[in-house]
């Protein structure tokens, strides 16, 4: 089952979020919405049925707001490419600026040969909007040679967004390649490589991982000033392995003290929660 995600932040640092299924982007969805302040304070509230006043006119509210699609875990058949390749196609400049994939761009244990790699950012080439993506457990942990398998994702999608003329700053991490970020309209957007361990392969890949993934999300929120942040990872750091980066993370959560959305994949299903019982300014 594939889910894409429609989100949208406004000039207050407000996420809301449309959840898209199989019938494609335009299809009905539902939106949970927080203001910045309410969103540190209680549980999120829904969408006003009126927007409220602004000190800004329309136009320059208009210029405040980042909108963008997100999705993950597909294909993993020829079903889910011809229905990846028909909703690539329907994704408008008029309704998103960018494309987030969070991982699992094959099924588990799949071929992780150069065919797959190829077959999959020539589908995601072939849309209109400026296309990230972060590396799931599917798209190189779970193949027989796991470190190859990396390799081989970072050749294939390292640059993808970079197929498409735009104006993100966009900076990629020197010793974790397929780690992003970039600042647009004041909200800090950053990919986290976090992938499910299925089958632990011990802690020496893990914890250079873990470390480079602190590093980077130290850098964010140090290196540059946001009013809000969204972190793409491909999966939720389940303990005991994850218990570094759990901590971490929490740790520079409270340090930035301002709304963040985790966006994941991984589980297919949809879920909006705050699973980070130490650190309520996150939201999955």
């Known amino acids: 089952m594939m889910y894409n995600t429609e989100t949208l932040i406004d000039s207050g640092g407000n996420f809301a979020k449309d959840n898209v299924d199989d019938n494609g982007p335009n299809c009905d969805g539902y939106t949970v919405q927080n203001t910045c302040r309410s969103f540190l304070d209680g549980p999120p509230r829904v969408r006003p049925t009126s927007p409220p006043t602004v000190s800004m006119s329309p136009t320059a509210a208009a210029d405040k707001r980042v909108r963008f699609y ?26 998103a600026e960018f494309v987030v994939h969070v991982g699992d761009m094959q099924r588990r244990y ?24 972060t590396p799931g457990d599917n798209d ?11 390799e081989r994702f970072n050749f294939y999608f390292g640059d993808l967004d970079q197929t498409w003329p735009h104006n993100f ?17 004041e909200v800090m957007f950053a990919s986290l490589h976090v992938a499910r361990a299925s089958h632990f392969k011990g802690y020496e890949e893990l914890n250079a991982r873990t470390n480079d993934n602190l590093a980077w999300l130290r850098h964010a929120i140090r290196s540059h000033t946001s009013v809000c942040m969204v972190l793409f990872c491909h999966a939720f750091p389940l303990l005991p392995h994850y218990e570094t980066f759990y901590n971490g993370l929490v740790a520079l959560a409270n340090e930035y003290n301002k709304p963040i959305l985790y966006i994941q994949g991984d589980y297919h299903v949809w879920h909006v929660d705050r699973p980070f019982t130490e650190a309520q300014n996150i939201q999955r």
């Not at 990846?84 to 309704?95: I, P, T």
């Not at 071929?111 to 589908?123: D, K, S």
């Open 140 to 150: 190189w942990y779970d193949c027989s040679d796991y470190a190859e398998a990396l």
């Open 70 to 95: 997100a999705m993950g875990d597909t294909p993993y058949n020829a079903g889910e490419h011809l229905l990846l390749v028909d909703q690539v196609l329907r994704l408008s400049k008029d309704e």
């Open 169 to 185: 700053a966009v900076q990629y991490q020197a010793a974790r390649r397929e780690n992003f970020l970039f600042l647009h309209k």
């Open 110 to 133: 799949g071929y992780c040969g150069n065919a797959t790699y190829e077959i999959v950012r020539n589908t995601l080439q072939g849309g209109k909007l400026p296309t990230f993506i």
